[in-house]
């Protein structure tokens, strides 16, 4: 389903590259978000098996899902280390910066239909990791923001994968419980 050696080469890219990161509002080092989104993939893959997935370019994306976002690594770092189609992949998970904040994701959503569904399942595992709870400097507002963001993610790139969908779909709905 997917090549452990691959993901070892992944991991430590990735691992390298968000070296210095945490998570936001914690002290945990950033690896533990990037290997919760590919473990939300891959549980994903093994819960609703099938040849047409190809795992191993789906775990590659979700480890290194936010290199070009967050870290010095860059579009052609990819290309060179692990292929064009990799950093395409990373690319469309990648919010453009350049465009206002309020079309951002879109724009990066409809990139990610582009790439196909193992990019789209990354991004609803990024963002059922990301539905933990908020930092405590969020308020209400932001919180019914995001959880809204999440309900757009679904709905433009759900129809793909039951499992993974269900499972954001729970995530969304356990969110409210941090602004109502």
Not at 8 to 34: C, D, N, W
Not at 71 to 75: G, I, N, P, S
Not at 146 to 173: F, M, N
């Given at each position: 389903?997917?090549?452990?050696?691959?993901?070892?080469?992944?991991?430590?890219?990735?691992?390298?590259?968000?070296?210095?990161?945490?998570?936001?509002?914690?002290?945990?080092?950033?690896?533990?978000?990037?290997?919760?989104?590919?473990?939300?993939?891959?549980?994903?893959?093994?819960?609703?098996?099938?040849?047409?997935?190809?795992?191993?370019f789906a775990i590659q994306c979700a480890l290194l899902h936010d290199t070009i976002e967050d870290?010095?690594?860059?579009?052609e770092d990819l290309v060179a280390e692990f292929g064009s189609q990799i950093a395409a992949g990373v690319l469309a998970l990648t919010k453009n910066q350049k465009l206002p904040k309020e079309v951002q994701m879109a724009d990066s959503l409809a990139r990610i239909v582009a790439q196909g569904k193992e990019v789209r399942i990354v991004k609803m595992a990024d963002r059922i990791n990301n539905l933990q709870k908020p930092p405590k400097h969020w308020d209400a507002a932001k919180m019914k923001r995001?959880?809204?963001?999440?309900?757009?993610?679904?709905?433009?790139?759900?129809?793909?994968?039951?499992?993974?969908?269900?499972?954001?779909?729970?995530?969304?709905?356990d969110y409210k419980q941090y602004f109502e």
């Open positions: 389903m997917w090549n452990q050696d691959i993901y070892l080469q992944t991991l430590l890219f990735a691992g390298h590259a968000h070296r210095k990161q945490k998570v936001p509002a914690s002290e945990m080092s950033y690896v533990v978000h990037i290997t919760n989104v590919a473990m939300e993939v891959a549980n994903a893959l093994v819960q609703h098996p099938s040849d047409d997935w190809d795992g191993t870290t010095e690594v860059e579009y995001y959880q809204k963001e999440a309900v757009l993610i679904l709905e433009q790139l759900g129809g793909i994968h039951p499992y993974i969908e269900a499972r954001l779909k729970q995530k969304i709905d």
